[in-house]
C-alpha cells in the first residue's frame, strides 16, 4: 500500500513570508493529523480531521496557522507569516481504527 | 494532566550489544501503547502496539513490555546493528470517544550505535 505522501520535502523561508505544505493520506484513512516536531522533541498535535470535519485543533496557533481537508482526502497546512520559532519539521499522518497511525516523511522548514 | 516520560534521553552503544529504553506515562483511561523509530529526516515508523491486556509483543529484534499497573513500558533491542541509529518515541493513546483517540508523545530517546 502506498503511505502518506508530503511535499515539499524541505523549504527555507524568510520570517514573515508564507508557506504552505501539503499531503496525501492513505486511501480509506479517515483520519488525518498534521504535527510540530521541534528538533529534540516529539511531535506535537497541530490538528486532527476526521474526513473533512476538525476534530481537534487546541494546539493550533490560528493566528497564523491554517489547515483545511476540502474533500477529506488531501490536506493542506498554511502559515502566514512565519516565523523563526516556526522552523521545525511538520509530518502529516493517517490513521484507521484497526492499523493506527501512518507518518509522512515531514517537511523540515527554516525561517530565518 | 497525560503525560509521557521517556528515558534515558540518549543512549550510545557498541554494536551487537543489547539495550533497553524506558516508557513511563501517566495517560488515563488507557487505550494502548506504541513504540515508534524514527530515522533521521524520516517519519516515525510504527514498531509495537500493546492494549491493556497485553505485557509483551516483539517485532524482530525489538521487544516491548507493558505493566499497565504501574505505567510502564520498556523496548528492548537485542544484538543491535548500526541501521538501530535513530529516536525511540512512546506514544500512548487514551481511550477517548473518537475514532482514534487523543495521543500523547513522548520526547524519545536518542540511540546512537557505534562499530
Known amino acids: 500500500e502506498a503511505g502518506v505522501a508530503q511535499s515539499p520535502r524541505y523549504k527555507i523561508i524568510e520570517k514573515r513570508q508564507s508557506v504552505a505544505f501539503w499531503c496525501n493520506p492513505i486511501?480509506?484513512?479517515?483520519?488525518l493529523y498534521w504535527y510540530q516536531q521541534i528538533l529534540g522533541q516529539g511531535p506535537k498535535l497541530l490538528i486532527q480531521?476526521?474526513?473533512?470535519?476538525?476534530?481537534?485543533d487546541s494546539q493550533l496557533p490560528k493566528d497564523r496557522f491554517s489547515a483545511e481537508r476540502l474533500k477529506g482526502v488531501d490536506s493542506t497546512l498554511k502559515i502566514q507569516p512565519a516565523k523563526l520559532e516556526d522552523s521545525a519539521v511538520y509530518l502529516c499522518?493517517?490513521?484507521?481504527?484497526?492499523?493506527?497511525?501512518?507518518f509522512g516523511s515531514g517537511t523540515r522548514l527554516t525561517v530565518v | 494532566k497525560n503525560q509521557v516520560e521517556q528515558s534515558p534521553q540518549s543512549l550510545i552503544i557498541l554494536e551487537g550489544k543489547n539495550c533497553t529504553l524506558q516508557?513511563?506515562?501517566?495517560?488515563?483511561?488507557?487505550?494502548?501503547l506504541r513504540w515508534y523509530k524514527q530515522d533521521t529526516g524520516r517519519g516515525p515508523v510504527s514498531l509495537t502496539i500493546?492494549?491493556?491486556?497485553?505485557n509483551t509483543k516483539s517485532n524482530g529484534r525489538y521487544t516491548a513490555t507493558l505493566d499497565a499497573d504501574t505505567k510502564q513500558s520498556s523496548l528492548h533491542i537485542t544484538a543491535s546493528q548500526l541501521s538501530d541509529s535513530a529516536s525511540y518515541i512512546c506514544?500512548?493513546?487514551?481511550?477517548?470517544?473518537?475514532?482514534?483517540?487523543?495521543?500523547?508523545f513522548g520526547d524519545g530517546t536518542t540511540l546512537t550505535v557505534k562499530p
Open positions: 480531521f476526521q474526513n473533512n470535519g476538525v476534530v481537534d
Open positions: 486511501s480509506g484513512h479517515a483520519t
Open positions: 516508557c513511563n506515562y501517566t495517560v488515563s483511561p488507557f487505550s494502548n
Open positions: 499522518a493517517s490513521s484507521h481504527p484497526n492499523y493506527g497511525y501512518t
Open positions: 500493546m492494549t491493556f491486556s497485553e
Open positions: 506514544v500512548v493513546s487514551a481511550n477517548h470517544n473518537t475514532n482514534a483517540g487523543k495521543s500523547t
